[in-house]
């Protein structure tokens, strides 16, 4: 089992920034990737970026070139770095583990955070 815990979401004006984290834990030795995804109200759920134990990374395109996603091993954290964010990134915010399969699929992470809910306001 992998347990994935995030925080740092919150109500941000737009323009601004937030930089979430999840702790990785458990069995992790099998994990390929750690990836962000997000649901906005009435949306389905989203792939926002990616991270390989390699340290290879992946963005979405509501992404790219605004967030940036990073690992800090000795804290066993991932890192997405969140800038010029508007209200169109309202959502709730998951972290998950995949060890398989490709890197923006859902259903190829198997395990999943509860996520943090990160609002942005106009």
């Known amino acids: 089992q992998v347990q994935l815990v995030e925080s740092g979401g919150g109500l941000v004006q737009a323009g601004g920034s937030l930089r979430l984290s999840c702790v990785v834990s458990g069995r992790t030795f099998g994990t390929v990737y750690t990836g962000w995804f997000r649901q906005g109200p009435g949306k389905e759920r989203e792939f926002v970026a990616a991270?390989?134990?390699?340290?290879?990374?992946w963005y979405g395109d509501p992404a790219k070139g605004r967030f940036t996603i990073a690992r800090d091993n000795a804290k066993s954290t991932v890192y997405l770095q969140m800038n010029k964010l508007n209200p169109e990134d309202t959502a709730l915010y998951y972290c998950?583990?995949?060890?398989?399969?490709?890197?923006?699929?859902?259903?190829?992470?198997?395990?999943w955070g509860q996520g943090t809910q990160v609002t942005v306001s106009s």
């Open positions: 998950a583990a995949s060890e398989d399969g490709s890197v923006s699929t859902r259903s190829s992470y198997k395990y």
């Open positions: 991270i390989s134990r390699e340290d290879g990374t």
